[in-house]
């Protein structure tokens, strides 16, 4: 089983909403990761938590805050966006690179968000 | 600075061929290579990967081919079916680290 879930499948806030996009997986693994994609552009990485510590931050907006409460479960939480935030929000995870495993990350299929 | 670079936007292959889709990398700290297949809306589903100490990995209908003098590899579906109609990307990763580094993507498209 690679399964990693995602929800909501769809998202629309206005620009003074707070919500949160949520992010599951049961394989055990200990690195997950928040990734955004833009049409026809590859996934763009925003945030790695290794063993539920915050490890990677790839100099997001603080409107974008990750949270994870225990090894299987990642949230963003998401306030005053912008437009231009509008994009498919990926969650991923993996066993874990940097404990010389290979990185092979399986991907959730994604919120789609738009900010009105 | 592109790392990872798949360089055919697109690629159009009639069914029952053979699909090739081929990415080049700059980076030679890279010592694993992955691809993914992306239907629209979708997740990336991970494919098959290489690591840098074998030149041919096989899985089913899909082989991947590494050339490290090159720092190319390529991606080999045969026979093409409709269903692999999707864009196709290559990632890379050093030992250790946590980041993958994605090649732009190739639009694939099978045609009966």
């Known amino acids: 089983d690679t399964e990693v879930t995602q929800t909501p499948k769809h998202l629309v806030m206005g620009m003074t909403n707070k919500k949160s996009l949520k992010c599951e997986q049961h394989?055990?693994?200990?690195?997950m990761y928040w990734y955004k994609q833009k049409a026809k552009k590859p996934p763009e990485l925003m945030f790695v938590?290794?063993?539920?510590?915050?490890?990677i931050n790839e100099s997001v907006p603080s409107r974008f805050s990750p949270e994870c409460p225990n090894s299987s479960l990642l949230n963003l939480h998401l306030h005053a966006l912008q437009p231009e935030d509008s994009a498919l929000y990926l969650c991923?995870?993996?066993?874990?690179?940097?404990?010389?495993?290979?990185?092979?990350?399986?991907f959730g299929a994604g919120t789609r968000l738009s900010v009105l | 600075d592109q790392q990872v670079k798949q360089n055919s936007p697109s690629l159009s292959v009639q069914e029952g061929r053979i699909s090739i889709l081929n990415c080049d990398y700059t980076n030679s700290m890279f010592d694993y290579f992955l691809w993914y297949k992306k239907y629209p809306a979708e997740g990336p589903t991970f494919l098959i990967s290489i690591s840098s100490i074998k030149d041919k990995n096989e899985d089913g209908r899909f082989t991947v081919f590494l050339n490290k003098s090159a720092k190319h590899l390529s991606l080999h579906i045969v026979p093409s079916q409709p269903g692999d109609s999707a864009v196709y990307f290559c990632a890379a990763s050093a030992r250790g680290a946590q980041k993958l580094v994605f090649g732009q993507g190739t639009r694939l498209t099978i045609n009966p």
């Open positions: 938590y290794s063993y539920e510590k915050l490890s």
């Open positions: 991923a995870s993996s066993q874990g690179a940097d404990r010389g495993l290979r990185n092979i990350q399986y």
């Open positions: 394989m055990g693994h200990r690195a």
